[in-house]
């Protein structure tokens, strides 16, 4: 379970958060919760998200539990820094569609004293470091990874297998298109495809 960090009252830290998983594992979610927390408190949030995730909506940032949260979508990390005003609190929506830049900019803000919440995809439909994920996992403070539950198995998911034989790294989708899937039905699933 994560427990939020104290606020230091004497001299505002920063710091970054990243939540992580599969798809259908609550990332979202966990971001809406954690930043709907700080509106409670009274905190400045932002919240931002690639413009080419449009899913379920244009601008707001949407769980698969229709839960959502106002949001302003940019087409690179670097607009980030320009649009987030005196925020205390930035949110960042499916990260792993974001530049390697987006480290950057985390670790700007976070030296300014920002508490940056990052959620987004750890692993791609390969099974692989997706995006600038891994580095951001890396100099985070608190990295939260959630999890799925398999859809062949019941196990715990910690993979997002792609349905199709499309090759596209990006490729927006549901669950027409994509299944979480614990490792060893998603090698399985990998292997009747070859």
């Not at 599969?22 to 413009?51: C, D, H, W, Y």
């Not at 979508?73 to 960042?92: E, W």
């Not at 549901?174 to 399985?188: G, I, M, P, T, V």
Request: aromatic share 8%; net charge negative.
């Amino acid at each position: 379970m994560f427990i939020e960090p104290r606020a230091h009252t004497d001299k505002r830290k920063g710091w970054i958060e990243v939540v992580c998983g599969s798809m259908f594992s609550g990332k979202t979610e966990e971001l809406i919760r954690r930043l709907n927390r700080a509106k409670i408190a009274n905190q400045k949030v932002e919240i931002f998200k690639p413009s080419v995730d449009i899913r379920y909506d244009e601008t707001d940032v949407v769980s698969h539990n229709q839960n959502s949260i106002h949001s302003t979508p940019v087409t690179s990390s670097l607009n980030i820094l320009l649009m987030c005003g005196d925020a205390n609190v930035i949110g960042i929506d499916e990260a792993q569609f974001f530049d390697n830049e987006l480290v950057f900019v985390c670790e700007k803000l976070a030296e300014q004293g920002v508490r940056v919440i990052v959620a987004g995809l750890d692993m791609d439909y390969l099974g692989k470091p997706f995006g600038p994920m891994p580095a951001l996992m890396a100099i985070a403070e608190y990295v939260t990874k959630v999890h799925a539950i398999c859809m062949v198995c019941n196990d715990i998911a910690t993979h997002t297998y792609r349905k199709s034989n499309d090759n596209n790294l990006v490729m927006l989708g549901e669950l027409d298109s994509y299944e979480a899937r614990c490792r060893f039905c998603f090698n399985d699933g990998m292997k009747s495809k070859k």
